[in-house]
């Protein structure tokens, strides 16, 4: 068994601070926020072993892992002070923004022999799962060409969750570059097809509204783009295109991500409220398989007061069919999950990898192809879609 600190005690935290209270691995959960009382109501709520003053005391601490929910941009560095500090890590998307900062981490992975892992929710996307499966059957042939979505308009929960997380100076933030935060996109797809993309065009669609958010003068990131497409050359020799869209009429309460692979010998399409699988004779609709349901918390739990109501489904799926449930440990049942049933998926992950000393599921090497093609995509949108090429961290150590 090993302890674990949680370092931001935001939204999304409480979601996976019991799930390793839950874990039959994990001997105790600790909290620490910049804002001390997040992170003491927290403690309180789910019977957590207790709280640091800082992120340093829990450093100092004798905690054996840490995990990341702090804001997008400040991920990388906290972690680099983690490993270097002798904690495991599990990290909250993105890995980086910058590939400097991927480097370092894969650098500080194989220097200290640590764990990291980051939880990328698409991994475990039902259309991930059901499209991972049929390739290892053969199904789809050799699929050639896929496409990742995260389509979440900013009318649909995330203004207020960025005046929760970023306070008075809120429109600064919530101006974060969309192919900043990439992994839902393209980690849903190539945590299905085991390739990585190589080269880039980017399209970004400067905002409209006129509100101040994606407002380049105020944004802290110099970002106007609120939409973003992008079209990846793979190293297989396959295509994958990826939509990162803030401003959208989609219902993203329903469906956030969402997957398209095409083969030589089959083909799979998800919509909001619609799987199918195709191939040259029929067409199957495979949307049950693919549908999570409610979970063990209602979207009126007083747990999820703080969370737009426009965001809370994303806190309360079960698992859907194609999900390998039985893999689980039984104290999670009936427990919070989310995000179409990967949250309990993600947290078990990395409790095994910790416990048994093998690479994560999300390692360092698979989270970097997860998240620099994002970084490099944001570069050619602001080069006016020059095609650039992406470098590739290589495969972890065997």
Known sequence: MFSIGFVGAGQFAGQFTE?????????????????????????????????????????????DAVAIFTQRWTHAPLVLK?????????????????????????????????TYMMGETSYYHPATVFARRKLAEGAFGRIFYAEGDYVHDMDLGFYAAYQFSGGENWK????????LYPTHAIGGVLGAVPTHAVSVSCIGVRDQRGDGVFDREISQFGNDFSNATA?????????????????????????????????TEGSFEQLATVGLW???????DVTAELEAGSG???????????????????????HAPVHDVARLPASYHGAHNGHEGSHQFLADDFVRAVETGTLATVNAWMAARFTLPGIVAHESALRGGERLPIPDFGDPPA
């Open 231 to 263: 079209l990846f050359e793979l190293a297989d020799g396959g295509v994958m295109r990826t939509n990162e869209m803030r401003r959208v009429g989609y219902p993203s309460h329903i469906r956030e991500s969402r997957f398209r692979f095409f083969g």
């Open 172 to 179: 600064a933030t919530a101006s974060y570059p969309p192919m």
């Open 19 to 63: 799930l390793f209270h839950k874990h039959p691995g994990v001997s105790a959960v600790h909290v620490t926020d910049v804002i001390p009382e997040r992170a003491a109501e927290l403690v309180a709520l789910q019977d957590l072993a207790g709280t640091y003053q800082s992120f340093e005391d829990m450093l100092a601490s004798d905690v």
């Open 296 to 318: 063990g918390l209602s979207v009126d739990d007083p747990s999820l007061a703080h969370v737009a109501p426009e965001l809370r489904p994303a806190f309360v799926s079960g």
């Open 82 to 114: 983690a490993l270097e500090a002798g904690k495991h890590v599990y990290s909250a998307v993105p890995m980086a923004i910058t590939a400097d900062e991927i480097g370092a981490i894969i650098e500080a992975v194989r220097a200290t022999g640590l």
């Open 278 to 284: 195709q191939d040259k004779e029929k067409v199957t």
